[in-house]
Every structure is written in C-alpha cells, then in structure tokens.
Nanobody, 114 residues
C-alpha cells in the first residue's frame, strides 16, 4: 500500500520559517502531480503548492514569494515556508493521485503565533 507521511510542522512566531517534508513509500516520480494542501479550522482544504512529475510548479496567490516547493531524487517533497503569518496556521497535508486513487498523508500542524 502506497503511503504519504508528512513531518516538520510546529509552533513558530510570525515571520519565522518552517520546512515540511512529505515522504512517499514509493518513488515520488510515480505520481503525475504532488500537492501541498492546508486546512484551517472551519475552512475547506485548499491547495497551497503543487509540482508535476516534470517539475512544473504552481502556487496559491496567498503563498507566492514566501513558500517554495521542491523534491529530492527519490521519494520526498518539501515545502519551505518563509515569512510565516498567523493566517498560515492550518493542518498541512501532502496529496497525490496514483492512477485513479487519491492519496493523503495524515497531516502536520503548523501554528503561527503573532
């Protein structure tokens, strides 16, 4: 069974940085696209950043110029989050599609204190 596992969340102050990791139990290149999503309390899950297998990147307007998505050559994608704001507080999920199956990690909490 293919799994995604996120790590790297935590509590930081406004303006600080965090780096999230998402490690897959298979090659990250098995997925046509991998995305970072977040869900704040009382809000819907939203796409933050995504990367195709070919390396094309896309970011939500709210995080452009602050967040950077990258990957290694094996099975991990990262989300470098800079200049964090209280509005970035949410549970962050890694998501990908393997064929017709949607995969999600368990999520990692990011809390930004003002």
């Amino acid at each position: 069974q293919v799994r995604l596992v996120e790590s790297g969340g935590g509590l930081v102050q406004s303006g600080e940085s965090l780096r999230l990791s998402c490690t897959a139990s298979t090659s990250i290149f098995s997925f046509k696209k991998v995305g970072w999503y977040r869900q704040a309390p009382g809000k819907e899950r939203e796409l933050v950043a995504s990367m195709t297998a070919g390396g094309s990147l896309d970011y939500a307007n709210s995080v452009k110029d602050r967040f950077i998505m990258s990957r290694d050559t094996k099975n991990t994608v990262y989300l470098q989050m800079n200049s964090l704001k209280p509005a970035d507080t949410a549970v962050y999920y890694c998501g990908a599609a393997l064929g017709s199956i949607a995969l999600w990690g368990q999520g990692t909490q990011v809390t930004v204190d003002s």
